[in-house]
């Protein structure tokens, strides 16, 4: 393989990679925007959606509906959470709706172990997910290929939701000053609800995608997920969206990069290599790379 | 219009109003002054439905607003200019122009009226496009006014719009809000521009601690100057 190849081979690699970590960290901050929630229970959004495929999965319907079943049910899971765990402590202090976040989170793992399995269980998923194909010398995952254009998409269409619709607009002036766009009219539940249900489903198209290539799902599949997700999220800068992405796709690339420049006996080392650069990001820019607006009050 | 009765409002243990009544009736321009601390702007917020009363009622138009929500109380038509402008400052000055007319389904209107805005405002045409963060103190102002005007609110409240501008840009201020009183909007209007509120008021209520001093016409609370000074200070002889 010549050099050029192998910049190819790492880009698609990288951004594959990065466009699910982008996802993730999206998923996160845009709740934590405007509540100042950091919602650890974001990885149960992704178990949930791993358990319907499973569920489903054996059944007759087609793969792609299972799928967009599943999206959907971590869609409504998220609203569902909103509703009845986060809303009654809006008012509360940030450290209460954290721990609430740890306490769903326990929660829905547990009850996963109970009604379940503690054991992950593999899941069918389409072949798809493993395949290769050739491209004048370059070896490419299809299963790659795939998260890095659904990545991109997914992130053009929120650009656009974001900057051309009324409810994207208020999102984003949430995210400045909740509330003053209450003050303007913008109905508190209707933000809100619009960035958990937007969270659920960036989690829900992530757990395609993770669990596809794991090809198994247990309790606790969305642990490693939500780590990332808080990660890139961190490194981005918490308070902006485009922090996140770039949070994203630099531990994707770092992940992918590592794998790529590190000898043979360092690379069982990876993780912690990667969590060593963030560290020295953080230790250089502690706000994160991009910094957001400031945020005066809560809700 | 606007009746707010009896009302005691404050922050935790703190009581900012202690017992205010007052009335706005449409077509006036009312003005609230009074020292630092007074309680002017804890009563906006009491009105604008960001903080709870403890006691008292507040009715606009007949209608209590005592258990609505500021999203609710925006839809019967009051809007407000806050205090320190607080426009969004990662969103675009037409997004923010666009957001003050969240309220409204009349999007061709909608549409009219921001251009009608960069007219009568014509920074904010030349700044269209640009983060309302990037705007001066001044273009703030103004883009707060604007945003306010957009829901088409039936009573507009302000709060020390003319803070922290240039002598100029208060004289532009003061002119713009005798025009849009001029134009028949309502106003309630919070200064700390003694000289220059009696100038364009109709009413005056004088605030003191959380207690309404007195008020009146300009021209009463004028003949009761010296009384009022004490209250007022230095400030009461102009800037």
Redesign the interface.
Known sequence: MNVLQEVLQFLINALSLGGLYALMALGLVIVYGILRLVNFAYGELVMVAGYTLLMLGTGPLPWLIVAAISVGMAVLTSLLLERVAFRPVRQASATTMLITSFAVSALLQNAAILFVSPRAKAVVTPSFFTENFQVGGLLISKGNLAGLVVSLLLLGLLTLFLRRT?LG??L??A???F??????????NQVIAAAFAISGFFAGVVALFWIGRLGSVGPFVGSTPVLVAFVAAVVGGMQSLTGAVIGGYLLGALTVGLQLVLPQSLLDYRQAFVFAIVLLVLLFRPQGLVR???ITERV | MLSVEDLYAGYGAILALRGVSLQVKAGELVALIGANGAGKSTLMATI?G?LRPFRGQITFEGQSLLAL???EI??RGI??V?EGR?I????TVA?NL???A??RRDKAAVERDIEEMCTRFPILGKRFHQPG?TLSGGEQQQLAIA?ALM?RPRLLMMDEPSLGLSPILVDEVFAMIRQLHKSGVTILLVEQNVERTLDIANRVYLLNTGRVECQGTPEQLRAQVDIVGAYLGDMWRGD
């Open positions: 009324l607009i208020a984003r002036a995210a400045d000053d509330v003053m766009t209450r003050l303007v009219g913008i109905r508190a957001g607006t400031t | 604008a960001v929500s500021p999203e925006v839809r809007a407000l806050p607080r969004f400052p990662s969103l997004e666009r957001l003050g969240a309220t963060g945003r829901a």
